[in-house]
């Protein structure tokens, strides 16, 4: 029995001197394992009359059994060292204030994009969205602009590979293009409203509902300065019925400039100007009576009445529709309302300006 008692005492002894399981598991097999100590006495006992058989092989399953206990329990207090290790590693004082997440905000350009939609939305106008990327017809062509016509020089853009005329080919360099595009599908809308509906005579009677839409977004040029970067917003805004006149611009943009600078106190002058896709044209200039910039005639948009080529690219008889246009600079009036005097502040994305616009 002896010899039993001191395999039982070295299973002990080897097991505590393990320190990580893997080690444990190697010393493991030293007895219990194929060729361990316990095996080899099992074999042993082959010899062996049939009564000792019997007490021997008692024995040897008590030590056996001695040694399993003595292995699980340095299984569960390796296991727990771990732990408590993992623990101490990633110990969490639940005590220290926690961490705030920083009050978000709109961009300043994002709130003058909504003030104007609210704006020109409480005067019946209708927002529309279209691609950034153009094609020649749209950007140019189509807006009374032919190719070699002078006025392209001013609106040097990005162009994109594999464009044609028709075809997306530059980053547009305004917001123009949008006239054609929307009043082309609300021509297209109202037809088949009319051609579905063979009662309809009272309710369009042929006659079209007004255009009256703006067409807020993003566009391109190559100039870069304290008052141009190469992507700058726009919004356009177009009124096309059967008698809308030039009269009914000053009205409406009168009237929008008062409630976005939420001042009476700003008359408006109209520059003549040229546009190919207006006659007349004008620029829009703005003056305030009161308040830092009082004095000064500020430019904020360019205008004009349709000019009849581009109603007739519209699908409209330019003998019967009229309208006029208008394109603005949203951060341009951003700058005037905060007092901005860098257009580059606004594209930094430095949350310390943006901050305060909360
Ligand atoms: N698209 C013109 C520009 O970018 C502005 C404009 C729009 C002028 C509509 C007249 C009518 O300069």
């Known amino acids: 029995m002896n010899d039993l008692q001191t395999v039982v005492d070295d299973a002990r002894a080897a097991f505590e001197l393990a320190t990580t399981p893997a080690d444990l598991e190697n010393t493991k097999a030293q007895y219990l394992g194929k060729s361990g100590r316990i095996t080899e006495m099992m074999k042993g006992m082959a010899t062996l009359p049939v009564e000792q058989k019997k007490t021997r092989g008692a024995a040897i399953n008590l030590a056996k059994q001695a040694i399993e206990a003595a292995l699980n329990a340095r299984r569960l207090a390796l296991a727990d060292a771990e732990l408590q290790a993992q623990l101490q590693a990633e110990a969490l004082d639940v005590s220290l204030p926690g961490r705030q997440r920083g009050q978000g905000g709109l961009h300043p350009v994002s709130l003058t ?97 007004e255009i009256r839409v703006i067409a807020p977004g993003r566009t391109y040029r190559v100039d870069s300065d304290a008052t141009h970067s190469p992507m700058f917003h726009q919004c356009e805004g177009l009124w096309v019925g059967e008698n809308v006149s030039f009269k009914d611009l000053k009205f409406v943009f009168t009237d929008f400039c008062r409630s976005f600078f939420e001042s009476n106190d700003l008359v408006l002058r109209f520059r003549p100007s040229f546009f190919p896709f207006t006659e007349p044209s004008a620029e829009i200039d703005i003056q305030f009576s009161s308040g830092p910039l009082a004095g000064n005639w500020l430019e904020v948009a360019g205008s004009g009445q349709v000019h009849p080529n581009v109603i007739r690219n519209m699908g409209l008889d330019p003998e019967r529709y009229i309208g006029f246009a208008f394109g603005m600079g949203p951060d341009r009036l951003t700058m005037l309302r905060y007092g901005v005097n860098d257009l580059r502040l606004f594209f930094d994305g430095d949350i310390r300006f943006l901050s305060q616009f909360r």
């Open 113 to 209: 994009l909504e003030r104007i939609e609210a704006i020109f939305g409480s005067m019946g106008f209708e927002v529309a969205q279209g691609p950034e990327i153009e094609s020649d017809w749209f950007n140019f062509t189509a807006l009374n602009t032919p190719e070699d016509h002078p006025a392209r020089s001013m609106h040097d853009t990005f162009y994109v590979e594999g464009g044609t005329e028709t075809a997306p080919n530059l980053l547009r360099t305004h917001t123009s293009p949008m006239q054609i595009r929307h009043a082309v599908q609300h021509v297209k809308r109202h037809r088949r409203q009319v051609e579905g509906n063979a009662t309809a005579e009272g309710l369009f009677a042929g006659v079209m509902p």
